[in-house]
């Protein structure tokens, strides 16, 4: 049984004060990557964390350019036969738009009933500082027994733009064995959990040209071939009947679950009557013989994200259309590869296409997805890290949406992430009004202290 | 062998500068009915008609009101032994519009290279002009055996939305054994042809609902009915291998070809490498054992018209999209209840809706089917008519398109309809330089005169 180090919940209490004090400055720089007016406040913003990571204890803090906004970057060496961490975050916040809907200034963060109001409060200068002063904490409590480096972005809003060539330039410098991120979220602070898994990405767009131009569906309607009928055609065959997808070999490199991953399923909270209520349906759809937990964490997903051809007005026009289009992504996960199932796609449309219509797929972009064996030994101390806060061992939770830059790390760095989101659901990131309890701010850093109170040490015995 | 009149030729020969002259006079008066300006020009262009009917023999002639525009009906009694027939056209014109691609204005008629130019050159004030002269040309050469009435209407371009009430009010004086018309077209001068077959019509509007709103495709992908999906899934389920459409009972009513009807179809001109060419694709594609012709003119056809639903912009975004459309049509062929299939598809279409989905159908419009059956004895008159101007017999073409007042005609008044079309594909109806070649506009005359120098003369031998 964990638990939790009273001098770090000291440190904590003595300091969270100015912890806080410090997450507001930096929450005063409006750093929005995407819009240019804001270029000023980016470097501004660099600049202060810089600042800040030298003041939090680190032995070296710079700025450096990269192509688009800069990367802070610091380091605290303790020994070099000690391991080496990289703590991964970003400085640059959404957008506040729409103003009219903040209850305080987007920018000017404000405590209401115990939770920080701002714009960058969870994502993710809160998380950030969760990392930066736990990390502070273990520093100045001596508990460090490893080597730390931090990499901040400024661009991971607008896609990471410059991120893996900064990577790949710096190799060396970002030498490390595991990567530390806090900008995901957990179930609740009653299921702690941490992230596992996040899925990958393909995305194509299909054009089916039939006829040259929209025809008189009388006069040619049962003889030249109408391309929303062939489209809809070559979408249904995208899946069988226990909605599996079709695509040849598309299962073949997915990491099956194991018995373990399936009680971890079982273990999770899940209200089924919840769930359909919120989006508003009658029943659920997914692959058979998986939950739906399964179905969108660990299982590739096909939807059509949009479609159109022909005539949209008020009531009838009668053409057979010329052109027919959709849009069409698969969520993907470990260890299927994004380059392979863009092409096994349009290979199988082009089988299925039929000869009297033209039918063309743009592979439009993707992602790789990202795995998180939970067996690894540094996921096992941050299990006994949050087991020391919580007073539970956290729950490994796979999301379906994507962090791209996760796995762009292991691709370019050779190395896994851990993610130690401390988020809610109901932190309202990319929205007004967003927020981030004290009570996880504080839980975050402790959690992060007991992390470094344990990570490196057995190898000290 | 049927053989022309040299009277009938004389008298159109020597009158062809006035009927070119009253056809220019009808042309001048710009008688749009889809555009309220033109209202007093409708009611001028009805008067015109009245005066010219009676000037063409006939006993009597009136302008009658309707809810919408006024019907012309004029008629001639021979002898109330006799057989009757109703002449039926419409004296109203689609809009001009775009006036910049017409090389003459297009209420100012013009002939260049012995072809009309103007809007309602063929449509239908022409082929009217075919009928009437064609009729005044018998009267004079006192050929008739037959009482004559005849019904202009306004509403034709705008869907005739006031002659079934007129029809179903007046039985007693529209009165007839048979209806002729002169609104369609002709294969070529060289291949004169008759329509014997008109398409109905079913027109639906499908809507899809999944979540209750667009949802983030990775967190939810996997585990939601996708309302695109499933539509591409209900449509695909419409038609089976061999092109044939699924609904049940949808062939249930459908007249069959006759050997006849077959040989007729090989008997037709048909250039599959240029109809090809002309609406661009590589191959054709309809039901299995048909010929292009049948599966147009001779068999029921299914179109998607529409289909829209989730993000349809530039490159990715990535949703589960909420709501899902389509609009649906299908080409009905005699003897397919227009109301028994539009309860068909509905039935079908919430038969394969899955729960996860909710599915609505809403039925738009329709027409019924119209079948002229070449046996007829009026039908052969007709064909011994064209015989004598044309020098072969035409050929009996169904066309794929419809033209629902003629089923009206049947069913109100309990009449089949003999469409007697001099128009070619050339013609530009509704296009800009619309035309009608004085060589058509001359054979139409004499067409007509030979039907009536022939029809009910057998009767009274």
């Known amino acids: 049984m964990s638990k939790s180090n009273p001098k770090i919940n000291q440190y904590v209490e003595e300091n969270k004060e100015r912890f806080l004090e410090e997450l507001f400055e930096l929450i005063r720089i409006p750093s929005v990557s995407s819009q240019s007016q804001h270029k000023p406040d980016m470097d501004r913003c660099a600049e202060h964390w810089r600042d800040l990571l030298l003041k939090s204890g680190m032995d070296r803090a710079e700025v450096m350019p990269t192509k688009g906004n800069s990367v802070v970057y610091a380091e605290k060496k303790v020994n070099p036969k000690y391991p080496t961490v990289l703590v991964y975050g970003h400085y640059d916040v959404m957008p506040p738009e729409p103003l009219e809907l903040w209850k305080s200034p987007a920018f000017e963060p404000e405590v209401r009933n115990g939770i920080i109001y701002a714009r960058g409060a969870d994502d993710d200068k809160g998380q950030t500082m969760c990392q930066v002063k736990g990390l502070e904490t273990a520093i100045k409590l001596d508990l460090l027994r490893c080597n730390v480096k931090v990499m901040l972005e400024g661009e991971e809003e607008i896609g990471s733009t410059s991120l893996e060539a900064f990577c790949k330039k710096n190799k060396k410098l970002l030498k490390s064995d595991y990567i530390l991120v806090s900008d995901t979220g957990m179930l609740s602070m009653k299921h702690p959990s941490m992230t596992t898994g996040l899925r990958g990405l393909c995305y194509w767009q299909i054009e089916v040209t039939g006829p040259n131009h929209d025809l008189h569906s009388g006069i040619y309607g049962g003889a030249v071939g109408n391309p929303l009928n062939e489209l809809c055609n070559i979408i249904a065959k995208m899946r069988d009947e226990q909605g599996r997808v079709t695509i040849p070999g598309f299962y073949d490199d997915v990491v099956e679950l194991t018995e373990a991953d399936r009680a971890m399923t079982e273990k999770t909270p899940f209200n089924e009557r919840k769930y359909k209520k919120e989006i508003g349906v009658k029943a659920l759809y997914g692959e058979e013989g998986y939950h739906t937990l399964e179905r969108t964490g660990s299982r590739p997903s096909f939807d059509l994200c ?100 996760i796995a762009t790390f292991e691709r370019v760095l050779g190395v896994k992430s851990i993610l130690m989101g401390f988020g809610l659901g109901s932190d309202a990131i990319h929205s007004p009004n967003e927020n981030f309890p004290l009570e996880n701010f504080h839980i975050g850093i402790r959690t992060v202290a007991e992390f470094y109170a344990r990570y490196g040490h057995d190898e000290q015995k």
Not at 323 to 349: G, M
């Open 306 to 405: 949009g479609i159109w051809g022909g005539y949209q007005g008020e009531g009838a026009k009668t053409i057979l259309p010329s052109k027919a289009y959709a849009k069409v992504s698969t969520r993907l996960v470990a260890n299927q590869d994004e380059k392979k199932i863009a092409q096994a796609f349009i290979d199988y449309v082009k089988s299925l296409a039929p000869e009297h219509v033209e039918v063309k797929v743009e592979y439009l972009h993707g992602g790789t997805p990202y795995l998180c064996p939970s067996d690894l030994p540094i996921y096992k101390v941050a299990e006994e890290a949050y087991q020391a806060t919580f007073g539970k061992k956290p729950l490994a939770v796979r999301s379906g949406g994507s962090i791209p830059i």
